[in-house]
Structures are given as C-alpha cells and as structure tokens.
C-alpha cells in the first residue's frame, strides 16, 4: 500500500467518528472495499468528480483533525515507548507475566 | 470545585483545538480565569444570553466529542492501568530507574 494511503487508512481509524456519515460511507467504499471513483459515483448517483471532491475534502479533514490533536503521533510514540518498556523488563527481569499483561492492556486501549 | 466544572476543565484540555477561537475565548474566560457571564458579555460588547448560550453550546459539543472519540476515558483507563504497573515493577524489583522512568514518560504523553 502506498504510504500516503496508508496515513489516510491510519487517520481515518482515529478520527472517523468526527466525520459525517455520507463521509464515512464514501471513505470505507474507497479505501476499506477498493471501489473506483466511478462505482461509488454510480451508487450514489452523483458525478465522479462529486466524489472525488468529497474524498479529497475528508482527507484534508482527517489531516486538520490530527494537527489539532495529534492521536495518531501520540499513539505511535506510545507504542514506541511500550515496546522499549517490554524491552526493558525482559532484560532485567525475563518474562515477568503480570508486567507485561498490564503492558499488553496498554498497547490495546487505543 | 464542583464534579461538573471539573469534567467539562477536563474536556476542555483534551478537545480545545476543535473549538473556535471566540468558543475558546469564552471558556478561557468563564473556566480558567473565573469570569462572570455579566463581565465576558461586557468585554465583547453582546449579551449575558449570547455568552450563555455559548457556553452551553460548547460544552454540549466536548461532550459530544468525548462520546465519539472517548479520548478523557481512554486517559484515565491509562492512567490507572501505568499506576498498576508502577506499583507491580516496584513490588517485584524495588526502584528499577530506568523502567520506571519510561513509564514516566507514558505518563507524560497525554
């Protein structure tokens, strides 16, 4: 997948709630189902430049809401943190269970 | 300070930069320095009403926001599980500096 898509996949998981529903439905057709412009255009019964417009739109969107909040870059900097934190405590300790559940609950809260 | 006052400080923090200016320049006013809805009515020349039904506007939109995106949830149900897991490595393995520091730094994200 191309990098740029896949941003846009990874911003929509974190902000598709704040996005209206014609938005979610044009958003999960392109990127979640693989339609074309065209097949959505026709399912609708709008142009293809209509739904162009609409895609382009949301991912301009999608961006503004992460500069706003900034989740998806929080959330990689957690991962990258719980990852050293797993590292840290094999190291010193080998597999503490208990520690790397609450660990593992934390990778999983987002 | 009240429960309700406290929620509505939190949500604030978390969802402020999806707020217009003038919503933000409301709620700073009435929240954080304690201004009267008569002294903001009076700063920008409009009604007692209009600041009013601001406020009670913007309040329904982070609730509204924390419904969709849960973010103030997700923040609490964190940081109990990084109090549990602090408690947990300093029970097995005393002060270990250089895990417990991470975990500062999870902490420190939000």
Redesign the interface.
Same mark, same amino acid.
């Given at each position: 997948m191309l990098e740029k898509t896949m941003r846009v996949n990874a911003l929509y998981d *974190?902000?598709q709630? =704040?996005l209206t529903s014609k938005q979610q439905q044009y958003m999960d057709l392109y990127y979640l189902n693989d339609f074309s412009l065209g097949e959505i255009a026709e399912e609708f019964h709008v142009s293809r430049q209509a739904v162009y417009d609409n895609l382009k739109r949301t991912e301009s969107m999608l961006e503004s *809401?992460e500069e706003? =909040?900034g989740?998806y870059k929080?959330y990689q900097?957690?991962l990258k943190?719980?990852a050293?934190?797993k590292s840290?405590?094999r190291t010193?300790?080998g597999e503490?269970h208990?520690?790397l559940n609450?660990?593992y609950?934390?990778e999983n809260?987002?």
């Open positions: *974190f902000y709630q =704040l *809401f706003n =909040l989740l929080k900097e957690r943190l719980l050293d934190l840290a405590v010193h300790f503490s208990d520690i609450i660990i609950k934390l809260l987002d």
